[in-house]
């Protein structure tokens, strides 16, 4: 069955540190994977798109990886902030579907 | 431009009611999605629209939910007879695809409680 992963727990990381989110998927070809950030009682804002013949892509302090061989997608926040406290979700359009699906998402907590 | 905008932010009704969740998209956005988010199934595609015609619905749980698009900006989504079950946030996105990309943008939402 097709499945997209992320880690449930809770990321806690300081200040000034990278953060480190995974995003594993199982029975998806995607044309490319998305990275949304989710604040409490909002919806979903677009950050970062990457395409399944790109390794890597980075605005400002992110950078998203993606490793189709693993099947798998790293996001990293370098010089983290409190204000980066959120949760993020990864998204991947199949290449036999529309529509995104999404993943259930993982909650960053940046400590001052 | 405003965003996505939905009504009512908030909704609580009893079990058996009819529920509507509105929508308007972004001008000039030629796709709209409707998603339910929950602690357990995290977020779901229920349906979504093309040019204001449905073209794919697979995501919607059962006949007690339906979605319209009248025109270009403007969907509902029904619910009726509504169960506890349907708690939920309900989530309208819009999206106009150019060189294939799917970045949505997504409303504030419409948190439901069925009582």
């Known amino acids: 069955s097709q499945k997209i992963e992320q880690n449930s727990e809770a990321l806690n990381i300081q200040e000034g540190k990278t953060a480190t989110l995974t995003c594993n998927y199982t029975n998806y070809s995607p044309a490319y994977l998305q990275w949304y950030r989710q604040d409490p009682g909002r919806g979903p804002v677009f950050l970062l798109l990457?395409?399944?013949?790109?390794k890597e892509k980075r605005k400002e302090r992110l950078k998203v990886t993606f490793d189709t061989t693993l099947k798998q997608s790293l996001f990293h926040i370098t010089a983290s902030q409190p204000a980066d406290s959120a949760t993020y979700l990864c998204?991947?359009?199949?290449?036999?579907?529309?529509?995104?699906?999404f993943g259930s998402g993982t909650r960053l907590q940046v400590q001052p | 431009d405003a965003g996505v905008i939905q009504s009512p932010r908030h909704e609580v009704t009893e079990m058996g009611q009819e529920v509507t969740l509105r929508c308007k998209p972004i001008s000039g956005h030629d796709y709209l999605f409707w998603y339910r988010q929950t602690m357990m199934r995290g977020l779901e595609l229920l349906i979504y629209f093309n040019n204001n015609v449905p073209i794919d619905d697979s995501g919607m749980p059962e006949d007690r939910f339906s979605a319209k698009m009248p025109n270009a900006s403007f969907s509902t989504l029904k619910i009726q007879p509504s169960e506890p079950r349907d708690s939920a946030v309900y989530f309208c996105a819009s999206n106009f695809r150019t060189g294939g990309a799917d970045t949505q943008y997504f409303g504030p939402g419409t948190r439901l409680t069925v009582l």
């Open positions: 998204a991947l359009r199949d290449t036999g579907r529309r529509a995104l699906t």
């Open positions: 990457i395409r399944e013949n790109e």
